[in-house]
Nanobody, 127 residues
Framework: QAQPVESGGGLVQPGGSLRLSCAAS????????IGWFRQAPGKEREGVSC????????VYADSVKGRFTISRDNAKNTVSLQMDSLIPEDTAIYYC????????????????????WGQGTQVTVSS
């Protein structure tokens, strides 16, 4: 079954950094735009960031702008999410998934993803 594989989560103090990675199992990442989502306890899953298939366009939720950076390395078939200046409100399970449209255009975070969701990676920001 085609499915993303997330890694890199952990426990970090406020103000710290983490780098999440997204790899592909059963499909090729560079065919798609890739979105990062997160789900905090008791809350709905929300779109955090998206990178277009070509890598030329990136989109960020207002809550993470200026703190998170998404990038992709198609040669390595990976997408990364660099998270800096973390705050407790960033605590959540983070997921990556191929999304439509390939340009991270309108509704990228609301359209059904291309594959099933992976297991996610837990990020906990706490002192």
């Amino acid at each position: 079954q085609a499915q993303p594989v997330e890694s890199g989560g952990g426990l970090v103090q406020p103000g710290g950094s983490l780098r999440l990675s997204c790899a592909a199992s059963g499909f090729t990442l560079d065919y798609y735009a890739i979105g990062w989502f997160r789900q905090a306890p008791g809350k709905e899953r929300e779109g955090v960031s998206c990178i277009s298939r070509s890598g030329s366009r990136t989109v960020y939720a207002d809550s993470v702008k200026g703190r998170f950076t998404i990038s992709r390395d198609n040669a390595k078939n990976t997408v990364s999410l660099q998270m800096d200046s973390l705050i407790p409100e960033d605590t959540a399970i983070y997921y990556c998934v191929p999304v439509r449209p390939s340009t991270c255009g309108d509704r990228w975070d609301r359209n059904s993803p291309v594959t099933s969701w992976g297991q996610g990676t837990q990020v906990t920001v706490s002192s």
